[in-house]
């Protein structure tokens, strides 16, 4: 036996025992948790991610506390809610300090009970703490109910402006792509581009926002030629394929986006203009001048890229190398120029749909473009991959199936609904709906 084996045998026993009571030790303290621990699914909002920021209060009626009552609270692209305990306590934890909509479901309250002195959403802000304390106090009165087709009209109406905003972004998705064969994962932040440049045109410049926006897109569209000029036209030169390439705008992706972050914060912005009254328009449907605004300008934008893309020399250039790309070399079509234009373009619209995503939002945030990256990605397949038209139909579909789908299902799952139905669909027609059959072999 060597010196080392014995060295080892010896020294052995006390390893185990040494292991053995360290075991013991983490047993002990991970499986007999803390009474604060132990408690905390007791105490209002237990249940919820803890941060440093909540809203807090006590519902009651005549002085007494209203149990199983729900409150929510939604801004800046969070929403949450939660329940009211036994003593009529409740607690809701946000990311971060801005301002929400705090909602009572009146449908949770007793019969013939409304909340006193105010609608059942009100707007919240915090003060110089992390936590504001919110009183709800109920008593007597009819409740003002919305119809069903009220609301599925307006919720309709929502869901249209949220398609065009998407449509505005997947239409350059969908160009990139048929021109390319890239899959951009990096447009996303090409959507938060444009809405941080909007925060500081708009905003820190103090210029009205019916000058910002065409100043933005024009920024925009630079964006879009720093980053084909810059990277992608070289790497397509040096022959990288399209995988290699992906992992590029993933990276690129990646890189943009925490440096946002670096130079704004975690903080939501909001946009001039964005705290509008609604107009009424019909029964108890009504909407802001900014949505009204956002809906015009997104029609009359999309209407020019139609019309470019089937009347002009460019416009025909780019869908005929998106169907056959060596033909179109062949033909005489300066491919780098076209593709040069299409990342401009792309680029422009992605921006502006930038914008409008932060008034639909609402508020400018460093990774907001990512939260519709998916969606974006679904309305392009569901339209048929390479093809404009279908990306606008796509994102129409999407954009109306995500608003539409709460009047059923939780809006925490509302994105979930309508990916659902993108799988449904392609299982029936896998091509999506405006594209088009291909043969293998």
């Known amino acids: 036996m060597s010196p080392t084996n014995a060295a080892v045998r010896r020294v052995a026993p006390w390893a185990t025992a040494l292991i053995g009571a360290l075991l013991a030790m983490v047993v002990v303290l991970c499986g007999a948790p803390s009474g604060a621990y132990a408690a905390a699914p007791d105490t209002p909002g237990g249940d919820q991610e803890q941060t440093d920021f909540y809203f807090a209060g006590v519902i009651t009626l ?159 569209a630079a964006f879009g030629w720093v980053l084909d000029a810059g990277l992608w036209r070289p790497l397509r030169h040096k022959g990288i394929g399209i995988v290699p390439l992906m992992i590029v705008s993933i990276g690129l992706s990646l890189a943009i986006r925490y440096t946002f972050q670096f130079f704004m914060g975690g903080a939501t912005t909001q946009l001039p203009g964005a705290d509008s009254t609604k107009i009424p328009l019909f029964g108890a449907v009504s909407l802001s001048p900014v949505s009204l605004m956002s809906m015009g300008l997104s029609i009359v934008v999309l209407v020019g890229v139609a019309f470019w893309l089937l009347k002009t020399r460019v416009g025909k250039a780019t869908r005929a190398i998106s169907d056959n790309p ?40 460093w990774d907001m473009g990512v ?15 390479g093809t404009a038209f279908g990306a606008l139909v796509g994102a129409l579909i999407v954009g109306i199936l995500v608003e539409v ?37």
């Not at 939260?371 to 991959?385: D, K, P, Q, S, W």
């Open 62 to 220: 005549d002085g007494e506390p209203v149990p199983d009552v729900t409150v929510a609270v939604e801004g800046g692209g969070f929403d949450a809610e939660t329940v009211t305990d036994a003593d009529g306590k409740w607690r809701l934890y946000v990311p971060e300090k801005d301002a929400f909509t705090l909602t009572v479901d009146e449908s949770t309250l007793p019969e013939g009970v409304i909340v006193e002195g105010s609608s059942a959403s009100q707007e919240v802000e915090f003060g110089l703490t992390g936590s504001k304390v919110v009183n709800l106090f109920l008593g007597e009165g009819v409740r003002e109910t919305t119809s069903f087709v009220d609301q599925l009209v307006e919720r309709l109406i929502n869901g249209l402006n949220f398609g065009l905003l998407l449509a505005l972004a997947a239409i350059g998705v969908s160009l990139i792509y048929g021109t390319t064969g890239l899959t951009n994962f990096a447009h996303a932040e090409m959507v938060t581009f444009g809405a941080v440049m909007a925060i500081i045109v708009g905003t820190t410049l103090a210029v009205p926002m019916w000058l910002t926006i065409p100043i933005v897109i024009v920024i925009g």
């Open 326 to 365: 060596g033909l179109a070399a062949a033909s005489g079509i300066n491919v780098d120029r076209v593709v040069r234009i299409v990342w401009m373009l792309s680029a422009s619209l992605a921006a502006l749909g930038g914008i409008l995503w932060g008034y639909f939002r609402p508020g400018v945030r």
């Open 371 to 385: 939260h519709i990256l998916l969606l974006i990605f679904a309305a392009v397949t569901l339209g048929g991959l």
């Open 405 to 441: 789908s709460t009047l059923w299902i939780p809006s925490d799952l509302k994105y979930a609904g309508a990916l659902a139905v993108l799988i449904l669909i392609l299982l029936v027609r896998p091509q999506g709906i405006l594209g088009r059959k291909e043969r293998l072999g």
